[in-house]
């Protein structure tokens, strides 16, 4: 369960980081788990749907950024993803026993150079009918600053959704000149594996390459109210799905409670993720192929 002082930060700062929030039986199935995905990657030469490849990937030394979908790939992940470990932390911040999951991916952050994520709301990818929604971030290796940890800035999930465009197109990313981003209140989370941190859809954040000579490994679910319904791309009109695609694929990722019907509206600041970029199919392909400015060349 969370703490009341953990809640209050969470609704203070948008984010809050929980130490051992995991058994050691949870974490070393699932750090067997990612090895084997990792291993299973050996055998391709270009980007996925399980996959997201790295530079210098290879047969005898895999590298990748991103395993996708885990919990469609390995049982435990799932069985963490709906444990009460994970459902009891995120049930008071969410505010209702019904919660959906978004999506789940598995960042990798190779040694010597993994790739940086750069700074961004989560919110802008993907806005919905309210913004009772959040990332989980299980840290599946311990993570210092040397190896590319997440920073969030505190407060921005109150504030308003950054541009996140250049050149004409979504590129994932904010402009590191914008006046309303000061990288000097960055907080990096750190800790040991087993640890997770929880962020709001809308907090500020991302992370540095990994410049050392151990992995980075942290496993995200993006969660949220079942009552928060997406707004771009959910009406069939310009989806080209079925009602009854749509409604049994919200229902089969479900991991607590059931799916309303309605759907909760409330005033939030919402920015298209359009016009998409040439690659979209991962953050890291948008941010490349929309041209994002980095904030971590000079790091």
């Known amino acids: 369960m969370i703490t009341d002082e953990k809640i209050d930060q969470y609704n203070r700062d948008g984010f809050v980081f929980i130490e051992n929030a995991l058994t050691t039986n949870q974490l070393e199935a699932m750090q067997l788990a990612t090895a084997k995905l990792i291993k299973r990657s050996a055998a391709i030469t270009e980007s996925n ?87 989980i971030g299980i840290l599946l290796e311990d993570v210092d600053e040397e190896n590319g940890p997440l920073q969030v800035i505190a407060g921005t999930h109150q504030g308003p959704v950054l541009d996140h465009s250049s050149n004409g197109v979504f590129c994932g990313a904010i402009d590191p000149s914008d006046a309303l981003f000061d990288k000097n209140r960055a907080v990096s989370l750190t800790g040991k594996a087993g640890s997770l941190s929880i962020h709001h859809v809308r907090a500020l954040h991302g992370s540095a390459p990994n410049n050392s000579d151990r992995a980075r490994k942290i496993l995200f679910y993006e969660c949220g109210a079942a009552d928060a319904w997406p707004l771009n791309g959910s009406s069939s009109t310009y989806t080209g799905l079925s009602q009854d695609t749509i409604w049994n694929e919200m229902q089969s990722r ?29 953050i890291f392909k948008v941010q490349e192929s929309g041209g994002a400015v980095s904030a971590f060349e000079n790091s």
């Not at 530079?55 to 469609?72: F, V």
């Not at 059931?258 to 199919?281: E, F, G, I, W, Y």
């Open 254 to 282: 479900m991991i607590s409670g059931q799916q309303p019907k309605h759907a909760r509206l409330t005033d939030v600041p919402v920015l298209m993720p359009v016009p998409p970029p040439p690659d979209s199919t991962s």
């Open 49 to 135: 749907e399980q996959y997201d490849l790295d530079a210098g990937h290879t047969a005898t030394s895999p590298r990748l950024t991103r395993i996708k979908l885990p919990h469609l790939l390995d049982p435990i992940f799932q069985e963490v993803l709906k444990s009460e470990q994970i459902l009891g932390l995120i049930r008071p911040l969410l505010n209702t026993d019904n919660i959906r999951l978004h999506t789940s991916k598995l960042n990798t952050k190779e040694p010597d150079g993994g790739q940086a994520v750069e700074w961004h709301q989560d919110w802008a990818f993907y806005p919905h009918t309210n913004d009772d929604l959040l990332a």
